[in-house]
């Protein structure tokens, strides 16, 4: 499967808890974004990256939150102090943008539970 | 800021029926609208782009800009179409975050 893959898959934490979650874009990629959905909702956008470079935050994105993009290629989301709100599922896309909205990949999400 | 309205949360169609789901955006300039589509147990994927105006699995979408919509419409609905279905808008500049609304999850009944 050469799609964009998401690890874990589900994740049960207790509240105060730090988690950390892996994006591995479709190779040469280099757009990554990270969406959250919660239950009724679509996906909201969080953060992007160019490459390396993260562009831009959501005001969603609390201090809690914090995500890299290390080599422009994988990418990892960390939740410190995991709170009740933050069980959602967390989506990554990625997509090779060349110059005017290319189309994004999605991967199959992260679901979390913070107990 | 931009949003994108779905009305409905729920519909439900008999295969061979034509089918409607609506999508309205509020946003002041041209934005770029999707619709995506999430089939049971399968990942969120793009079904189409008003730019693009292809048709994709017999479904086209028009984008009204006097009323700010951009409905999805099928004239013979299939069993196989009974997914949840987000629209989504773009508003360029270098960051093409997409804006999604809650969804239509579409039943077709045989």
């Known amino acids: 499967d050469t799609g964009v893959s998401q690890d874990p898959r589900h994740k049960i934490t207790k509240r105060g808890q730090n988690v950390t979650f892996r994006c591995d874009p479709i190779?040469?990629?280099?757009?990554l974004y990270w969406y959250r959905q919660t239950l009724g909702q679509g996906p909201e956008f969080l953060t992007y990256?160019?490459?390396?470079?993260?562009?831009?935050k959501s005001r969603l994105l609390s201090d809690r939150f914090s995500a890299e993009r290390p080599k422009g290629s994988f990418s990892t989301l960390e939740i410190q102090r995991t709170e009740q709100g933050d069980s959602a599922m967390y989506l990554c896309?990625?997509?090779?943008?060349?110059?005017?909205?290319?189309?994004?990949?999605f991967g199959p999400g992260t679901r979390l539970t913070v107990t | 800021a931009q949003r994108v309205t779905q009305p409905e949360k729920l519909l439900s169609v008999f295969k061979g029926a034509p089918v409607e789901l609506k999508c309205n955006y509020s946003?002041?300039?041209?934005?770029?609208l999707f619709w995506y589509v999430q089939y049971s147990r399968q990942r969120l994927q793009l079904l189409l782009r008003?730019?693009s105006r292809e048709s994709i699995k017999g479904f086209t979408a028009d984008l009204n800009k006097g009323e700010t919509s951009f409905h999805l419409k099928k004239p013979f609905a299939q069993e196989e179409d009974s997914a949840m279905y987000y629209c989504?808008?773009?508003?360029?500049?270098?960051?093409?975050?997409?804006?999604f609304g809650k969804g239509t999850l579409l039943t077709v009944n045989p």
């Open positions: 896309a990625s997509s090779l943008e060349v110059g005017g909205g290319a189309e994004q990949y």
């Open positions: 190779s040469e990629h280099n757009r």
């Open positions: 990256f160019q490459n390396e470079a993260q562009l831009e």
């Open positions: 946003y002041s300039g041209s934005p770029e």
């Open positions: 008003h730019i």
């Open positions: 989504a808008l773009s508003v360029g500049g270098s960051n093409y975050k997409l804006t």
